[in-house]
């Protein structure tokens, strides 16, 4: 570090280096307000960490040092959700958060209502719609995710299809997870004429609500660092809207 002119500050650092997995990254992304480089370690086993939003791998940090010291890089700032539930509580997420079935044997029964000042050509009114779904659960993704969890169907097709973000920044993604049955009804009371889209994205500006309609052990998922997630309680709705706050990410070239 010192030898490229870079001094490492506990107090005041003007960067960060984060070092790990997709998990790691997704963590401290929404910590941090500094721009941050993702560093993946890459893992020989094969269903070790894929580490799909690092930028360089730790073999190359060196190299990547040394640009960061010329100044041979950007700074882009990323979308993040702000997830509540259970109050006034806010957690921010940037990658993803899904609610899906915990300890239960069966699918579980939720609504995802849409609405958003975007004016849906189909209705010359503002976009607004409900999905019914049983389920397994439902995936709300940042573009910045959309390569993780979202693009299960596309590995399901391709498993060894190499991912880019799927979306631009301007939208989020929604994917329902393993449906059984999906049914949407449109802000004017009628029922959605054709196949309601196991994935589809909308615009930034939405606003999620996601209730369970039938009690099951459900849990909400991506907003705490440890694996277990957040109980969830039936008809006690979650919401989901874009964060003010945004991710500051390292791009070298």
Known sequence: MHSLDLKISETDPDIALIIGGDGTFSYYGKKLSIPMLFI????????????????????????????????????VERRMLDVRYGGSVVRR?????????????GCIRYSISITSDKIDNNSNSKLAFTDYVIGNGVIISTSFGSSGYYSYLDRIKNPRQNLDE?????????????????????????????????????????????????????????TTFHSKGV??????PITITTSTKTAKIIRLG
């Open 40 to 75: 993946g370690v890459p893992s020989n086993e094969v269903l070790g960490s894929k580490s799909r939003l690092a930028e360089i791998t730790i073999q190359n940090l060196p190299k990547a040092l040394k640009k960061i010291a010329k100044g041979n890089h950007t700074v």
């Open 93 to 105: 997420v940037l990658t993803d958060v899904y609610l899906e079935r915990g300890l239960f044997a």
């Open 166 to 222: 799927l979306f631009d920044d301007e939208k989020l993604g929604v994917c329902h997870i393993l449906p059984t049955y999906a049914t949407r009804l449109l802000n004017s009371g009628t029922n959605y004429r054709g196949m309601v889209p196991i994935r589809y994205t909308i615009p930034i500006n939405s606003t999620i609500k996601i209730t369970a309609i039938r009690e099951a052990n459900m849990r909400l998922y991506g």
């Open 231 to 236: 109980k969830i309680e039936w008809n006690k």
